[in-house]
């Protein structure tokens, strides 16, 4: 996969994850309590869950109808994602986690 294409579906997976959650009715007004950060994590991380499934684990056909339906809350107008320095300054610097959390 080309990186204009990696670029492009990071779009696609943020937008859909963001797009009629929590954030969007509550952030612009005011900063999220307890409960609503919760509601906001479990809200993200099944969308990330589901949108992963699919890709990883379906048959092309359901995953290229999943990408159909996602692809039509493709936000046009957002800035091309970057590298997230801050999420990679580590990477093959530092050992495994401790806390029992592997992938």
């Not at 509550?26 to 479990?42: D, H, I």
Request: overall charge negative.
């Amino acid at each position: 996969m080309d990186d204009n294409t990696v670029r492009k579906l990071a779009l696609v997976i943020t937008a859909n994850c963001l797009r009629d959650t929590p954030v969007e009715n509550v952030a612009a007004n005011r900063p999220l309590n307890e409960a609503e950060l919760q509601t906001l994590r479990k809200s993200m991380s099944d969308r990330l869950y589901t949108f992963l499934l699919y890709l990883l684990n379906k048959p092309a056909s359901e995953y290229s109808a999943l990408m159909d339906e996602l692809s039509k809350h493709y936000p046009a107008d957002w800035p091309m994602p970057e590298l997230d320095q801050a999420l990679t300054k580590g990477v093959g610097n530092t050992p495994p986690p401790t806390n029992g959390v592997t992938l």
